[in-house]
Each structure stands twice: as structure tokens, then as C-alpha cells.
């Protein structure tokens, strides 16, 4: 707590390991360092922000186009899809407020992709019958769920619990959290989501009618 009280916080386990870096490599040592951590996290998010752009343009515009592009107009498409990207990630990590802690966020948000792609992935090199009703199925579910839990967290509010079942009180006020977390648990809305796509997955396939083959054309005499 006295740590994270210098940085203006009252938790301190958030800035203990800046701390003790600051107190143990060389300013020198220091620089390089944060030189380093600087250059790989720009390597990182520029990878993701082409390949997210690309995905896009190729997987999501393209069905739409009614005729090829031309190279000059792919590539301002594919700029401006990477600044839109861009501003985005800019909203959200500055000026979003996150409810409750990172860890249970990232897993949220890893589950809007993980949970359609992992099932999408098995489905399709292990089980013949799936096609591509299972799979939209999979994708809209297994995004549909962690969003749901977002929003309701985020909108719909009650008050949390202590382990003896009373009202959490901090510095004279009821402590709030989400209805979902309250009454459900986010990591049990995060398994369901995994276990969901798979449902998904397997009765999209079985509802998409199979092509009956083509009959065999009479023997000319």
C-alpha cells in the first residue's frame, strides 16, 4: 500500500515490480530496457492491427465487392482500416473505465474468439459434417455470450457480498458489481461459452440440408 500511496493509489501490488526495478537496474540498464519493452510492444501491435485489418478487407469486405479492386484502392482501404483500428484501441485503452480487474477482462475478451475459433478449428479437421452453418453459429454464439456479460455488468448493478453474505461496505458506501458476476460468475460464463460455440457448432451443421448426389446419368445404348 505505501507503494502504490507515492503513485497516488491505494493498491500497490499494480506498481510493486516498477518499483523494485527502479530501485535495483542502472538508469542506464533502465533505459535500454525500457527501450526494448517499447520496441516489442509496437512490433506486437502493429502485427495484430495489420492482421486484423487484412482479415477484415479480405474476410468482411469482400463479399461485398461486385467486382476486383484495383491495388491502389486496397491499400487506402486496408490504411484506413488499420487508422480506424488505431483510434479504437485509442478509446479504449485510455478513456474506457474497466469494471472490475484486468484479469477477469482479458478473459472475457479472449473468450469472444478463442471459444468459436478453438471449436472451429476441431470441428473441421475432425468431424465431416461440419460446414458453414456450424460454423456462423459458432462464431455468432461464442461472441454473443461475453458481450452479454459485458453489457449487463456494465448497465445492470447490484449490490456486492461479503463471505458472511452481508452488503460490502467501503469508505461509507455499498459496493456495486455486475448482475451476471453477482449471481452467475464470469468464469462460469466463460466455460458456458466454450460449451455453447461447440452446441452451436454441431446443431448449425446437422440443420444445414445435405446435398443428395447427383444420380447417375442412364448407360446410352
Same mark, same amino acid.
Request: with cysteine.
Given at each position: ?12 501490488? $499494480?506498481?510493486?515490480?516498477?518499483? $523494485?526495478?527502479?530501485? &535495483?537496474?542502472?538508469?542506464? %540498464?533502465?533505459?535500454?530496457?525500457? @527501450?526494448? %519493452? ?23 469486405? @469482400? ?30 485503452? &485510455? ?18 474468439? $478463442? ?14 459434417? @461440419? ?5 456462423? @453459429?459458432?462464431?455468432?454464439? =461464442?461472441?454473443? $455470450?461475453?458481450? &452479454? ?8 448493478? /447490484? ?5 458472511? =453474505?452481508?452488503?460490502? /461496505?467501503?469508505? =461509507? ?25 461447440? &452446441?452451436? %457448432?454441431?446443431? =448449425? ?17
Amino acid at each position: 500500500e505505501s507503494i502504490g500511496l507515492q503513485f497516488g493509489e491505494r493498491d500497490g501490488t $499494480l506498481f510493486a515490480m516498477p518499483y $523494485l526495478l527502479a530501485q &535495483l537496474v542502472p538508469p542506464v %540498464m533502465m533505459g535500454i530496457l525500457v @527501450a526494448a %519493452m517499447l520496441a516489442a510492444d509496437m512490433s506486437t501491435d502493429s502485427s495484430y492491427m495489420l492482421t486484423w485489418g487484412s482479415v477484415i478487407y479480405n474476410d468482411i469486405l @469482400a463479399p461485398f465487392r461486385r467486382k476486383r479492386w484495383s491495388e491502389r484502392k486496397g491499400i487506402l482501404w486496408n490504411r484506413c482500416i488499420v487508422a480506424l483500428i488505431g483510434v479504437f484501441l485509442l478509446f479504449w485503452g &485510455l478513456w474506457y473505465k474497466l469494471e472490475g480487474n484486468l484479469w477477469e477482462y482479458l478473459q472475457k475478451t479472449g473468450a469472444i474468439y $478463442l471459444s468459436s475459433m478453438s471449436v472451429l478449428l476441431i470441428a473441421c479437421c475432425y468431424w465431416r459434417r @461440419a460446414n458453414n452453418w456450424g460454423a456462423i @453459429a459458432a462464431i455468432v454464439i =461464442g461472441a454473443a $455470450l461475453p458481450v &452479454l456479460d459485458l453489457s449487463l455488468n456494465l448497465f445492470v448493478k /447490484v449490490p456486492a457480498l461479503d463471505a458472511n =453474505g452481508l452488503q460490502l /461496505v467501503k469508505e =461509507g458506501k455499498v459496493v456495486m458489481e455486475g448482475v451476471v458476476k453477482h449471481y452467475v460468475g464470469d468464469h462460469y460464463v466463460n466455460i458456458g461459452t466454450f460449451a455453447a460455440a461447440g &452446441l452451436a %457448432m454441431v446443431v =448449425g451443421s446437422l440443420l444445414k440440408p445435405r446435398r443428395s448426389p447427383n444420380p447417375a446419368a442412364p448407360d446410352k445404348v
